[in-house]
Each structure stands twice: as C-alpha cells, then as structure tokens.
C-alpha cells in the first residue's frame, strides 16, 4: 500500500475563477508539452457516466486526440449513477459523476481499486438550469420555495400567486405545469434536489437522492431527454446541465435579495465560497456546495462533476492512459476546451494542482 493513514493534504477553501488561470501553470505547461510532443501513447479507454458531461467530454476528447492520435477515448453518457455502479463493477477505466461516492460506495471502491482506492477529482463546473417551455413567457423569475412548491406538485398552473408574487410584471397564463424530471438516477437529480433541500426548507420535505423522489409529473432519460420533453410541450418546466438549454427559456433564481441567471461566473462564485468534505481518501476532493447562500452574484444550483478512478491499475496501460488523459482534461487547455463547448467554469489553479498530484500517483499494481 503507498498510502496510510490520515488525509495527505490540507485543502484550503477552494478558489474558482471564472476566467482561465494565468499563474502557477508551469507543472501544467511541463505535463502538456509532455502529452503533446513528448511520449506518444496507444490504446483505448473507457469511461461512462454524466450526461451532463456529454458536451465537455466531446470537447476533451477532440482536444486529446488532435495531441495523441493514436488513443481514442470511448465514453456514454448513461447517467451519474449507471457510470459509478459501471466503474464500481469493473466495466470501465474510469467514470463521470455529478455526485461524489457516497460511503457505501467508497467501500465498492476499495473492493474495485484495492487498499489504495479511488482519486475524485473535480473537473467540471457548470450550472444546472431551470428550463422552461410556456407560450409568451420570455423571462422568469423563481425564490426557492415557488421552485420547490412546482417540482413537488403544490403549484400546478402558471399563474399561481406564489409565481406571480416572483413575477409582478408579467403576464402568466392560465395554463397547467407539467414538470419535467430525470427517470433515471442522476448526479444531476442529486444536486437538483440538494438545492431544494438546503435553500426551500419546509417547502421540499424530500431526502437528497439521485433518483427524483416525488410520484407522477413526466420523466425522461438524460438531459437531452429532459430537454426534449420540455421543449415538446407548453408549460413545461424541468432542470438540466445549462449547455444543453438551447433556445428554451432558462429561469433566474432567487439569491438574498436578487434574482441570479445560471452563468460559469455565478456558478464558479459559489463554489469558491464552499468548503472540501474532510475525512476520505488523501485524493479524494469532493465538495459540499453552499446552496442555501445569500451572497451576490452567486448561482446556487449547480453541479461539480467528478472524474474518479483508481489509484492502482492492474493493467500499466490503462493506468498511463487514465494519467495522460485526465491530465489534458485538467490543464488550462483542456479547461478552455470544455468552457468553449459547454459554457463550463474553469476551475482554479489550487484544483488543478490538487488534481494534478493525485495523477502522479496513479500506478500499476
């Protein structure tokens, strides 16, 4: 075993920045230069998870492969939690998570991985909109507890007083809610729900999980499925990763005293102001997000998507790969990459460092 004992690093409060970092790059640059023009690489490695992902993982792997031809990177987009129990199983190098493993997990993990176990590392930052489908309506405007009071199927026509009370100046129709929700187990579901859980109070008795809790209403497959539903239908309403929005209409929320659209800016300054999970593995760098903040400019309703993988491989392969790979993904390049396909944050220099260490002790058994 090549780790024991406590945590390995201190983690600061974690700094995000929504612009791409200009300073303590230089083992980055070291490790570019490396996958680009130094070792060439071959093979085939395969991850699955997030769908909300799906638009930065194109924007990764395009990148990786302009810089190492020879490697191609397979990933489906199946779902948050079909690519944690696909990984836990063996069925993949590595997976893709809206939510980090939770305990019982991180015991499949160590199954999985060995006494080492897993790196969660994370590498995407993106806000989850609220998307909306509703004949003359162009903007809205939702508080928590009318958010909470829709999705649970309290408030079930358009213009509701608690709607129009977060739209004075609009005219709201007459019209049925359908709300649109994930069929299946979703990371992001989970921070959906987190959301509703820690800023809407009684307004949302539900326990946080990544599969929708409340009976009834409409589902579908994936956010692309969630977008297609809602953009179906009128009077729709339903929550996705913002970078597949599209032409629908995307809700601002709710924040102190102002109302917040989704940007990688707003999302970005509410992780910054959130705090790192104590007590896992020496590179396991999961966050508990601060949703129930009141600070300015902050987007609340976001989703930290993770890679996780193994700190030992069996196969030597599979673990340069698993290194090279998420070493593009994590460098400023790969950072840019992402933001210009997915409108993603690029995370900060202290998060790629943290990342970048935890590589480095990726290994073969």
């Known amino acids: 075993m090549r780790f024991t004992g406590a945590r390995l690093l201190s983690l600061p409060p974690l700094l995000l920045v929504a612009g791409l970092s200009v300073t303590g790059c230089a083992a980055v640059n070291e490790r570019n230069l490396a996958i680009g023009s130094g070792e060439q690489y071959a093979g085939t490695l395969v991850g699955a998870g997030s769908s909300a992902q799906q638009a930065a993982m194109q924007g990764w792997t395009a990148g990786f492969a302009s810089v190492q031809p020879e490697v191609t990177v397979n990933y489906d987009p199946i779902g948050s939690g079909g690519g944690r129990e696909q990984f836990l199983a063996g069925g993949t190098d590595f997976a893709g998570s809206d939510a980090f493993l939770d305990e019982d997990e991180l015991v499949e993990a160590r199954e999985r991985c060995g006494p080492d176990g897993v790196f969660e590392l994370p590498n995407y930052i993106a806000p989850i909109a609220v998307i909306y489908n509703v004949d003359g309506v162009d903007e809205l405007n939702l508080s928590p507890t009318t958010l909470a009071g829709i999705f649970a199927q309290r408030i079930t026509r358009w213009d509701d007083p608690a709607i129009a009370g977060d739209n004075p100046d609009t005219d709201l129709p007459d019209v049925p809610i359908t709300p649109v929700n994930r069929s299946d187990e979703s990371g992001t579901t989970e921070n959906f729900v987190d959301y509703l859980h820690q800023a809407a109070g009684a307004a949302w008795p539900h326990e946080v999980d990544g599969n929708w809790p409340v009976p009834g209403g409409e589902a579908a497959q994936g956010n692309s499925g969630v977008v297609g539903a809602v953009n179906a239908g009128n009077g729709t309403i339903g929550y996705a990763d913002l970078s597949q929005a599209g032409e629908l209409g995307v809700a601002r929320i709710r924040v102190g005293e102002e109302f917040v659209a989704p940007t990688a800016e707003a ?44 700190l030992t491989y069996d196969d030597p392969q599979v673990a340069e790969l698993v290194r090279a790979f998420l070493t593009y993904v994590v460098s400023e390049e790969g950072q840019e990459a992402a933001a210009l396909v997915a409108g993603s944050a690029p995370i900060s220099a202290g998060l790629r460092d943290q990342a970048l260490t935890a590589l480095d002790a990726v290994a073969a058994s």
């Open 267 to 310: 999302a970005a300054a509410v992780v910054e102001n959130s705090e790192p999970i104590e007590g896992r593995g020496p590179f396991d760098f999961a966050i508990e997000v601060n949703r129930d903040t009141s600070g300015s400019g902050e987007y609340p309703i976001v989703l930290i998507s993770y890679h996780i993988g193994c």
